[in-house]
C-alpha cells in the first residue's frame, strides 16, 4: 500500500506541476480533466517504454516517474501557478448551494459507494477481464515486456488489441500483485465523464444547474453505470471521448497551441484504449482538422507544423500496438480487415 501511495503521489505531483504551472489552466472543471489525462498519460507512456526494453519492474516504474518529477519540478521553478485553493472552495461552495443540486450529488454518490463495495468483496469477473485485461499484466509483471500471449479458447485477437486501458490495470495490480483494486479501474473515468458532460454544457452556454442535471443524467444511464462492476474499458472509452470533445470546443473557442496539444493527448489515449474507438476518432479529427485551416492567425506553416505535432502526439499515446501490428501482420489494424471499393487493403479476420 505504501508503495501504491508513493507511486501515485508522484505522478500525481508531477500532473499538478504540469496542468497548472506549465499549462497554467485556469479553468476549474477543464483543469480536473487535464490533470487525470495527464497523469493517465504518463502511466501509459513509462510502462510502455520500459515495457518495450524489457524493464518493467516496479522499482523502474517508480524511478522513471520520479525522474520525470524532477525534469518537471526544475523546469517549472520560475512559473507561477494558476491553482488557487479559494477558487476550488467557491467553486464547490456555489455547486451545492442548490438542494436539488446536493440530493443529485448524494444519490449518485450513494449508489457508486455501494457499487464500488460490491466490486471489493467479489472477484473479478468478465470475459475481457480474465483473458486479457487482468492477464497481460500479470504476463509483463512475470517477463517484464510487453509480450501478449494467446488466451483462453485459443482466440489470437485480444494479443493485437491497443495495450493503454490494460497498462492502467497492470499500474492498479502492480504494487499489490492482485486485482483487488483493478476492480476499481473504470471509476476515475466515470469521474471524467461527469466533469466532461458538465463542461461542454457550460460551453454551449447552458447554465451552471442545468449542465449539472445533464451530467448526472449522463452518469446514470443503465448501460454506461452498469460498466463500474467489471474490468473493461468502456467507461474509459466513454469518458476519454468526453475529454477530446470538451477541448475540441475549446479549441473552437481559442485555437491555440496549448489547447490543441491538450486535444491531441486526449485523441492519442483514446486511439490506444480500444480498436472500435477508431471511427469513432474520425469524427474527433475531421471538426479539428476544420478549424486548424480555418484558423486566420496561424499561417501555412504553423498549420502543417500543428497537424505534425497532433499526429506525434497520437502516435506516442496511442499508436503503439498499431505500429506493432504493422510490423508483426503487415496490417496495422489488425485483426480488423479495411477494405476499399471491395477489395482489401488491409488483411484481417473480422
Known amino acids: 500500500m505504501i508503495k501504491f501511495l508513493l507511486m501515485n503521489l508522484i505522478v500525481g505531483i508531477t500532473s499538478f506541476l504540469v496542468v497548472y ?17 495527464s497523469f493517465f498519460a504518463q502511466i501509459i507512456s513509462t510502462q510502455l517504454l520500459l515495457g518495450i526494453f524489457g524493464a518493467l519492474y516496479l522499482r523502474n516504474v517508480m524511478l522513471l516517474n520520479f525522474a520525470i518529477l524532477l525534469l518537471i519540478a526544475v523546469f517549472t521553478k520560475e512559473r507561477g501557478s494558476s491553482f488557487s485553493f479559494i477558487g476550488v472552495k467557491d467553486s464547490l461552495r456555489h455547486s451545492l448551494e442548490s438542494k436539488i443540486t446536493s440530493f443529485g450529488v448524494s444519490l449518485v454518490l450513494g449508489f457508486v459507494i455501494v457499487k464500488l463495495f460490491f466490486n471489493l468483496i467479489n472477484p473479478p469477473f468478465g470475459w475481457d477481464s480474465l483473458n486479457y485485461h487482468y492477464t497481460f499484466p500479470v504476463e509483463w509483471i512475470k517477463s517484464a515486456l510487453l509480450n501478449n500471449p494467446l488466451v483462453v479458447s485459443d482466440d489470437p485477437f485480444p494479443a ?13 495490480i502492480f504494487p499489490f500483485k492482485s486485482a483487488f483494486l483493478a476492480d476499481l479501474g473504470q471509476l476515475p473515468f466515470f469521474v471524467i465523464s461527469f466533469l466532461g458532460i458538465f463542461s461542454i454544457c457550460r460551453k454551449l452556454k447552458l447554465d451552471k444547474e442545468y449542465s449539472f442535471f445533464s451530467a448526472i443524467l449522463f452518469v446514470i444511464i443503465p448501460n454506461f ?8 474499458v468502456d467507461i474509459m472509452v466513454g469518458g476519454v471521448f468526453i475529454a477530446a470533445v470538451n477541448f475540441l470546443i475549446a479549441l473552437k473557442e481559442d485555437f491555440n497551441l496549448k489547447n490543441t496539444i491538450i486535444f491531441a493527448l486526449a485523441l ?6 480500444k480498436t472500435t474507438c477508431l471511427p469513432y476518432s474520425i469524427f474527433l479529427l475531421l471538426p479539428f482538422l476544420y478549424l486548424l485551416f ?4 496561424f499561417s501555412f506553416l504553423k498549420r502543417i507544423a500543428s497537424l ?19 510490423f508483426l501482420t503487415g496490417n496495422p489494424f489488425y485483426p480488423l480487415e ?13
Open 21 to 37: 504551472k506549465l499549462f497554467r489552466i485556469r479553468n476549474f472543471i477543464d483543469s480536473l480533466i487535464l490533470l487525470f489525462l
Open 160 to 172: 493485437y488489441y491497443p495495450l493503454n486501458g490494460s497498462l492502467f490495470f497492470l499500474w492498479l
Open 225 to 232: 453505470f452498469k460498466q463500474l462492476q467489471i474490468g473493461y
Open 268 to 273: 492519442g489515449i483514446f486511439t490506444g484504449i
Open 294 to 297: 480555418m484558423a486566420n492567425k
Open 308 to 326: 505534425f505535432l497532433v499526429i506525434s502526439i497520437v502516435l506516442v499515446f496511442g499508436g503503439f500496438s498499431y505500429i506493432r501490428n504493422l
Open 338 to 350: 479495411v477494405m476499399l471499393f471491395g477489395n482489401p487493403v488491409f488483411r484481417g479476420v473480422i
